[in-house]
């Protein structure tokens, strides 16, 4: 390993600056608050790969032991498991977004990924930040030119070293078998390993596969023969898609071959690997974390020889007879046990010498038994097998003569065609059951080829049939002739629910869940297919519905998603048939209109409009802010009209603000009067003594307006309370009781929605706290309950107990009602002190007096 450092002049004039700086006095403070460093750490791949684990242990055995003064923060770029430049492009974005305001001091990487992605966009996200990187193949493959702040490790896999002792300890082979894979790191790896052969002798011939999944690796070790080695470059899959650890793919892979494998990394040896010429994963991390600590003390680091070891695998080495003085010198041989076999190996291969013997021996005999029994065994069910195995075959299956007739039906086959086997066999044709004629032509053109021609046949095509009940089914038929005869046997797998899967699936990548409407995908796919001369003019209305919060907060999200689904609605209804509605997400939508003029896309937004104000969906009025723009010229950005549109809905729904507001308020307090006994006629009772009560103590005419406006609207949260709960006719049991005590905070979240409340949001929140602490919803007591709360909370339990036709207080006591004011008056002075504040009770009390003498 050798270790190269890219250093600048720009770094060192900065460091200088820095030094001054630091010697002023004035910024003594300053520099104390900059001790702590930041250092960003990307890798490329995932926290499970060894190698990227090796790197990254390393990295914070060095930079990990200063946390004081110094914060890591680690990123993982995934690309061994997802390496498409939208993948890139979407951790740009991510970043872009998560470091908009984050400050790095700088910035270590890991291996080729990392490394291309920060010379991609450096000077976007992290602009001026020193790069220190390691893990790099070859350098050659990268232009630093006017890179000036990127230092690091190149990592030089002594590949050439390996080869040529692995020709010492297999003298018999001619071939290198090379497994790598399609990443960056691969192709790189593989290309270095070309380089490498140069000086190996031309009789050693290098063969290289790239795959990505564990059965093809599989398959190719079953195939590499004895003359060759395997060395190991790849990082694979399970044919999930899931990636397969470094050490379990070669630990698997070595199962399956009878050939060494080499490499050269340090996560490999003890897992499946002989050995070889042993890059450290952990060694790079700690050099670059001693890079790293150099540059952000302004001090120029020395250049560092790296020391890749010769390193093997003992259980390896026994597995192909490798004496371990063959060895290179200085050679580290990992999971060397200590044993009995070590201190006694000649008795113990003698003794297991014997034992083998007569294994071997007994194992003939017990074979050569099992073989003549297995043989009787196979004459006596010859006759019966193939019948039997075909008709208890899960696959459909049926035997077809050279002009297609069935000869002979599985079980299977009658269940997914409907017809018996008398219906069949020797009397249809499997092309009657073929619908179209393009199909009938293919399935007669391979049946014709299969007979001159087998190996270039399709085996395996997707068809739609007909079954004896009229029903179309999609099938794949796999058909294959059989050895010595013209006969054809033919399997056919139903795929019909599988397709009908399919077509659900393409519908919802682009609808809506809930709503049916379009996505967003669809919606910018169009938009983008429709932006042609042709489709001009071409409008757009975006609208974004109003009071979606709201309803999510008071009445809960059930409500808020069929308030979504009625809008949805009302949008169709209000459209063209060819227009595309589409619904981005929370409570935004867009209307895509082709050839379709500004006038008209006013008159659609009328419509909409219309449809809202004449909806009578509950709980709320549905309302949508709306703003369209029209393109009619073919140069203009389609992103440009699409502003436009959503800016002038931004001002739709400024300038409808306030009034839409007062109709969703005012459609919430009729509401409210409908609900149970808070009738308008306790409304205006309410008013009117809450209004009396605040001249009564002397409130201002403020906070007299402010008393009336609570008295008209403390209860306003009822209306997220079940019905049959608000009008129940006796005690509420616990699980109601639980429910109905949230209405004031359902009543809180309501006035905090609107201007005209927000006055009063607190003092609706806090109008059943009782005076001695046992009221809801927090447990307030005497003042620390607002003044205008104490004062609702006798007027509404007066009124309640002279009006309601049942009663209670807290749940505790049923009053089958109404009661008389002497009654009332009595229970109003009995909850003195314990519900309600003693001082205004004597104010309501002498309210009640005089309002009885003045009549």
Avoid at 590 to 597: M, N, Q, V
Avoid at 778 to 792: A, F, N, T
Wanted: glycine share 6%; proline share 2%.
């Amino acid at each position: 390993m050798r270790i190269k450092f890219y250093k600048n002049r720009f770094i060192l004039i900065t460091m200088l600056i820095l030094s001054i700086l630091l010697f002023n006095p004035a910024n003594s403070q300053a520099n104390e608050d900059e001790d702590m460093k930041n250092i960003l750490i990307i890798h490329s791949y995932y926290p499970e790969f060894g190698w990227t684990a090796n790197i990254d242990k390393g990295i914070r055995s060095i930079l990990g032991a200063d946390a004081e003064n110094i914060n890591l923060h680690t990123e993982y770029l995934d690309t061994k498991r997802i390496i498409d430049k939208e993948h890139i492009n979407n951790i740009y974005r991510l970043f872009k977004h998560k470091f908009k305001d984050a400050k790095f001091d700088l910035i270590i990487s890991s291996d080729d990924d990392a490394l291309k992605f920060l010379l991609e966009y450096q000077d976007d996200l992290f602009p001026d930040t020193p790069v220190v990187f390691c893990g790099i193949s070859d350098l050659n493959n990268y232009s630093f030119e006017d890179r000036e702040n990127f230092s690091g490790i190149e990592e030089e896999l002594d590949m050439e070293s390996t080869i040529k002792a692995a020709l010492k300890l297999h003298p018999k082979i001619n071939k290198i078998v090379a497994i790598t894979d399609g990443t960056t790191t691969g192709i790189t790896n593989l290309e270095m390993l070309k380089d490498a052969m140069a000086n190996i002798p031309a009789s050693i011939s290098l063969v290289s596969y790239k795959l990505s999944y564990l059965t093809q690796a599989k398959e190719i070790a079953r195939k590499i023969d004895n003359n060759s080695i395997i060395i190991w470059l790849a990082s694979i899959k399970y044919e999930s898609g899931n990636l397969i650890s470094l050490t379990e793919a070669t630990e698997l892979i070595s199962k399956y071959t009878a050939r060494p494998i080499y490499s050269f990394w340090d996560v490999f040896p003890g897992h499946g690997v002989l050995g070889g010429k042993i890059s450290s994963g952990y060694q790079q991390g700690r050099i670059s974390a001693d890079i790293a600590l150099s540059i952000l003390k302004g001090e120029e680091s020395a250049i560092e020889e790296g020391a890749n070891k010769f390193m093997f695998d003992y259980y390896e080495l026994k597995r192909f007879n490798i004496d371990s003085a063959r060895l290179p010198e200085g050679s580290v041989i990992v999971n060397r046990p200590y044993s009995f076999y070590n201190e006694n190996k000649r008795k113990v291969l003698a003794t297991l010498a014997f034992i083998i013997f007569l294994t071997m021996i007994i194992c003939f005999l017990l074979i050569n038994i099992f073989r003549r029994q297995l043989a009787e065994k196979e004459l006596k069910e010859s006759r019966n097998k193939y019948r039997t195995l075909f008709q208890a075959t899960g696959t459909a299956s049926c035997i077809l003569e050279k002009d297609t007739t069935i000869s002979l039906v599985n079980n299977k086959m009658e269940e997914i065609l409907g017809y018996s086997k008398e219906e069949m066999e020797g009397k249809m044709k499997l092309l009657e059951l073929i619908m179209d004629h393009k199909s009938l032509t293919r399935i007669l053109n391979y049946h014709c080829q299969r007979r001159q021609d087998e190996d270039n046949t399709p085996e395996r095509y997707e068809l739609d049939i007909i079954d004896n009940y009229g029903m179309q089914r999609t099938v794949i038929i796999q058909a294959k002739l059989i050895s010595g005869s013209k006969k054809s046997i033919v399997s056919l797998i139903d795929i019909t629910e599988r397709k009908k899967a399919e077509e659900k699936i393409k519908y919802m990548s682009y609808h809506d869940s809930l709503t049916g409407l379009y996505n967003r995908k669809f919606y910018e796919e169009e938009l983008k297919r429709l932006d042609v001369e042709r489709k001009l003019p071409l409008s757009i209305i975006v609208g974004d519905a109003n009071g979606l919060k709201l309803t999510n907060d008071v009445f809960g999200h059930e409500a808020g998603d069929e308030l979504l689904k009625e809008i949805a609605d009302i949008l169709r209804n209000a459209t063209r048939e060819e227009d595309i509605i589409a619904r981005w997400g929370g409570d935004e939508f867009g209307i895509i209109l082709a050839e379709t003029g500004e006038e008209v896309a006013q008159s659609i937004i009328k419509r909409i409009k219309k449809g809202c104000e004449s909806s009578d969906f509950e709980p709320i009025i549905p309302q949508i802010a709306l703003g369209s723009a029209t393109k009619v010229v073919q140069k203009e950005a389609i992103e440009e009209v699409y502003r436009k549109a959503e800016n002038r809905m931004y001002d739709d729904k400024a300038e409808n603000k306030s009034s839409g507001n007062s109709a969703l308020l005012k459609s919430l307090t009729e509401k409210l009067e409908n609900n149970s006994y808070e009738t308008v006629g306790h409304t205006s009772r309410m008013i009117s003594m809450s209004r009396k009560m605040g001249q009564m103590l002397g409130f201002s005419e403020r906070d007299i307006e402010k008393l009336v406006k609570l008295a008209k609207y403390h209860d306003i949260g009822k209306l997220a309370i079940r019905k049959e709960i608000l009008n129940k006719e006796r005690l509420l049991d616990e699980e109601e009781w639980e429910e109905f005590k949230k209405h004031p905070e359902h009543g809180y979240n309501i006035a905090k929605s609107f201007q005209d409340l927000r006055s009063i949001a607190n003092d609706i929140l806090y109008h059943h706290e009782n005076w001695d602490g046992t009221g809801y919803p927090e447990g307030l007591e005497e003042e620390d309950i607002p003044l205008l709360s104490r004062v609702v909370h006798i007027v509404d339990a007066y009124d309640a107990l002279l009006n309601r036709p049942y009663n209670s207080i807290n749940n505790d006591e049923g009053y089958q009602g109404p009661m008389s004011k002497v009654e009332a008056i009595k229970e109003i002075k009995d909850k003195s002190k314990s519900l309600f504040d003693p001082e205004l009770v004597d104010v309501f009390l002498k309210l009640i007096e005089d309002k009885e003498d003045n009549s």
